[in-house]
C-alpha cells in the first residue's frame, strides 16, 4: 500500500508511484537498502528515455522472448526490486513462459527470502524456486551468497532471465555458457553490455510487453522462432538505444522545447 496519494493527472505519476513501490518494498524488507540507490539509477536513465517504450525495445523484448521460448530450460530470476516493482505481472510471465520463478538475492537474508516469496505468491505464484535448502548449489564463479542457486533451476537452465541484475552475477552466468537475458534502463552497465539479449526500458513496461510478446510467437514452430531470432544482434541493438537516447538529448538542445516535459 501507498503511504502518499498521487494525483494521477500529475505528470509523472507512474515514475512517483514506482518510486512509492521501492519505498514501500524496503519497509516490508523486500528491497535492500542498495535497491533504492540501483532504482534511482534506472530512473535517471528512463527520464532520458521519456518514459515510455521505443521502438527498438519492442524489436529488444521479441529477441528476448524468443531466446526463452527456444530454450529447453528456461528460468526467471527474481530479486527485492522485481518483487517490489511487478509481482503480479512477473508471475504471469512465468506461467505464459512456463518457466519457473527463483528467488536469487545479492543481498540474501532469510527475511528477505520470506518476504519476497510472500509477495510472489499472493501475486499468484504456485511454486518458487531458490529457497529450499536441499536444492541449493553453488556457483564457484561468484562469491559469497550470491552463488547459491537451485539444482532444478538457475544451476541446470540454459536460460535465465535476470532483470536488474549486477554486472559480477551476469558475467559469472555467462561463463557457465547459460543464455542471460536482462531488462536494464543503463545501456551500458556491465549486466546490459555481457548479456544475450539486453532489453533497455523500464521494467515496469516491459515484463507486461514480454508477456504479450510470448502469446504472440508461444505456438511458432521452433523452426520459426529460430528464424526470428537470428534477425537480431545484441550488440547492433544496444547501439540504437544509445543513438536514441543520445539523439533524444541532442534534439532538445539544438531545437526542441525544453519545457516539453512540464
Ligand atoms: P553493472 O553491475 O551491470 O555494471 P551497476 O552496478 O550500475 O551496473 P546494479 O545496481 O548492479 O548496476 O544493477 C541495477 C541496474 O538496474 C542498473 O543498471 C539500473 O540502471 C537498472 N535499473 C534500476 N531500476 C530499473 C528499472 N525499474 N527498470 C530497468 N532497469 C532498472
Ligand atoms: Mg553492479
Same mark, same amino acid.
Given at each position: ?7 494521477? =493527472?500529475?505528470? *509523472? ?15 516490508? =524488507? ?5 535497491? @533504492? ?12 528515455? &521519456? ?6 525495445? @519492442? ?5 528476448? %522472448? ?30 505464459? @513462459? ?6 536469487? !538475492?545479492?543481498? $540474501? ?10 509477495? @510472489? ?8 524456486? &531458490? ?15 550470491? $552463488? ?13 532471465? %535476470?532483470? !536488474?541484475?549486477? &554486472?559480477?552475477?551476469?558475467? /559469472?552466468?555467462?561463463?557457465?555458457? =547459460? ?25 515496469? $513496461? /516491459?515484463? %507486461? ?12 514452430? $521452433? ?24 539523439? *533524444?538529448?541532442? =534534439?532538445?538542445? #539544438? ?5 516539453? #516535459?512540464?
Amino acid at each position: 500500500m501507498t503511504k502518499h496519494e498521487i494525483p494521477k =493527472k500529475h505528470p *509523472r505519476f507512474e515514475s512517483l508511484r514506482t518510486r512509492e513501490c521501492i519505498i514501500d518494498g524496503m519497509h516490508q =524488507k523486500i528491497v535492500a537498502e542498495a535497491g @533504492l540507490i540501483a532504482h534511482g539509477r534506472g530512473e535517471a536513465f528512463d527520464y532520458i528515455l &521519456g518514459e515510455k517504450t521505443p521502438e527498438f525495445a @519492442l524489436r529488444q523484448e521479441i529477441f528476448a %522472448v524468443v531466446t526463452m521460448l527456444v530454450a529447453q530450460h528456461p528460468v526467471i530470476s527474481v530479486n527485492g526490486n522485481v518483487a517490489a516493482l511487478c509481482p503480479k505481472e512477473i508471475v504471469n510471465l512465468s506461467e505464459a @513462459l512456463e518457466a519457473p520463478l527463483e528467488i536469487n !538475492l545479492f543481498y $540474501r537474508t532469510e527475511e528477505r527470502e520470506a518476504a519476497i516469496k510472500e509477495v @510472489l505468491m499472493k501475486a499468484g505464484a504456485e511454486s518458487i524456486l &531458490g529457497i529450499d535448502p536441499s536444492y541449493q548449489n553453488t556457483i564457484t564463479e561468484i562469491s559469497h551468497l550470491r $552463488r547459491i542457486v537451485d539444482t532444478r533451476g538457475i544451476a541446470s537452465s540454459d536460460c535465465v532471465f %535476470v532483470p !536488474l541484475e549486477d &554486472g559480477d552475477r551476469t558475467i /559469472a552466468l555467462r561463463k557457465l555458457k =547459460k543464455d542471460i537475458v536482462t531488462v536494464d534502463l543503463n545501456p551500458i552497465s556491465r549486466t546490459s553490455l555481457t548479456s544475450t539479449v539486453s532489453i533497455t526500458n523500464n521494467i515496469t $513496461r /516491459a515484463v %507486461v510487453e514480454m508477456t504479450e510478446f510470448v502469446n504472440e510467437f508461444k505456438d511458432y514452430s $521452433r523452426s520459426k522462432l529460430l528464424e526470428e531470432k537470428n534477425r537480431y544482434n545484441n550488440k547492433d541493438l544496444l547501439q540504437e538505444a544509445l543513438q536514441f537516447m543520445s539523439s *533524444r538529448l541532442l =534534439k532538445l538542445a #539544438n531545437e526542441g522545447n525544453i519545457f516539453e #516535459n512540464l
